[in-house]
Every structure is written in C-alpha cells, then in structure tokens.
C-alpha cells in the first residue's frame, strides 16, 4: 500500500516544527552576522534571508506540488485569482518576514 506520498499530517508538522525553528535560526544568523561584520556592517541583512528562506520554500513547493503546477491549471485562474495570489504572496513572502526580522533584530 504504498503510494509514494508523504501523509498530509507529517507535511503539517513538520511545518510547524519549521516555523516554530525558524525564528531561533534567524536569531543565531543575525547575532553571528553582528559578530563578524564585513566593513563594519552586518552581512545577515534581510534581503540575504528573504532570498535564502524564498529559494528553499520555491524548492519544497516544487517537489510537493509539481504535478499540479501544469499549463492548463494555470490557465484555470481567473483575473481576481491572480491578483488574490499575489497579495498574499506579498504578504507572507515579503512583509510578514521583513516585520519578524525587524522584530528579532531590535
């Protein structure tokens, strides 16, 4: 009975293990990047996590969700869909972020 797939309940905690991780990962880069600076500035800046956190997700969403991401469901989405998608993806991909390592960093 093995079908390949990894159980909805393992992806969603091993999610929540991650976000939970997450902020204490951010911490440690950000002490170690005021420990080490590169021309008196920190190298751990936003943008360097932002990237390295968006490379990885866009990693996991492609193996989890290869199979859907095809050119005929895409074209499914309407207008409004697109525009949802985007607000959101802005939202928990750049502002939501950007206010956590603001918050970890003062």
Do not use: Y
């Not at 440690?28 to 943008?47: E, K, M, P, W, Y």
């Not at 939202?91 to 390592?101: D, E, G, K």
């Amino acid at each position: 009975m093995t079908t390949g797939r990894i159980p909805g309940p393992v992806l969603l905690w091993f999610a929540v293990l991650v976000f939970g991780v997450a902020g204490s990962v951010v911490r440690i880069l950000v002490d170690l990047g005021t420990q080490h600076t590169i021309d008196g500035r920190n190298a751990i800046s936003f943008c360097n996590l932002l990237f390295a956190g968006n490379a990885c997700a866009v990693v996991v969403l492609v193996a989890v969700h290869r199979k859907q991401w095809t050119r005929e469901n895409l074209r499914k989405l309407s207008w409004s869909d697109w525009c949802v998608l985007l607000v959101l993806a802005i939202l928990a991909n750049c502002i939501a972020p950007w206010l956590f390592f603001i918050a970890i960093e003062n």
